[in-house]
């Protein structure tokens, strides 16, 4: 098994012995590639990074250094996940910086979906450069890449290095043991290596996180209301044995509001779209049809719960016509 492109008759991994097989291979291959040499790794705790990340702490161990960076968009109880899975129990080298107030102060008053992006994408990099700029001696960037990311990236659909983009001065060589995967591989390897099912099994989650799920300029207010109802959504999918089933779920708090009334005064809040769908090429999206029951509670819970939200609405629209995400 090569370190460099997926050989045409490479069996598909799809048990623990061929994980296992697959792990041993790549420990002793990226030992012969780093050698006592050092490595950073921007570890995100998506399921690609987060696999990379526990294969090298078993392969180089403090050799590694993983830089976790919050960007103040992530999921409730992402960043204390990844600081208890990697640092207290994997004993990773982990600097967590909490970017939130930079990453906020920039976006405020950014209404262009585009330009959110380019803002947030551009700050990591920032971020991450500052942070790599103040270690010593690290000669190696390693990187969830997976099969097909190279696969889009030689068809020209996407550009594949998720930290391309580093200034040019810092000249790292790449890590990238996970790159001859397909995700499904991806997760079953990454089980193996000990990480949690709730992260090596999660939805798919975008890059500029519930910057995306909080359309036009992002306040903090409106910003905790989607994190809060996204929270009540995830525990009751789980709970209703959705997890795991339903591809990908989430909420949206659009900027406007609406007249309500509670507790016998008027108020005057924002909606909570709610959004759950299913795919297997995310080309074309159909909608997951929830029971009316379950409705029921998570209106209930939402309205009760969040501050802020005094509607919840069901998007029920397939991909075409609207894409999975607002923005
Ligand atoms: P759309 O909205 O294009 O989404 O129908 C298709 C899938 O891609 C995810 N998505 C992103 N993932 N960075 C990412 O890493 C992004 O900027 C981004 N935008 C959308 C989306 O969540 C869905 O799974």
Redesign the pocket.
Known sequence: MGNDRRPDDMVRITTPELADAFIEEQVKLVKEQVGSKKVLLALSGGVDSSVVAALLIKAIGDQLTCVHVNHGLLRKGEPEQVIEVFRNQMKANLIYVDATDRFLDKLAGVTDPETK?KIIGGEFIEVFAEEAKKLDGIEFLAQGTIWPDILESEAGIKAHHNAGGLPEDMNFELVEPVKILFKDEVRIVGERLGLPANMVYRQ?????GLG?RCPGAITRDRLEAVRESDAILREEFAKNGLEGKVW?YFTVVPDFKSTGVKDGKRTFDWPCIIRAINTTD?ME?TVEHLSDELIDHLVNRIISEVPGINRVLFDYTP?PPA???YE
Do not use: A, D, N, S
């Open positions: 992006r798919p989650f975008p890059g500029p995306v990908q995310v999206v991909k894409t999975v995400e």
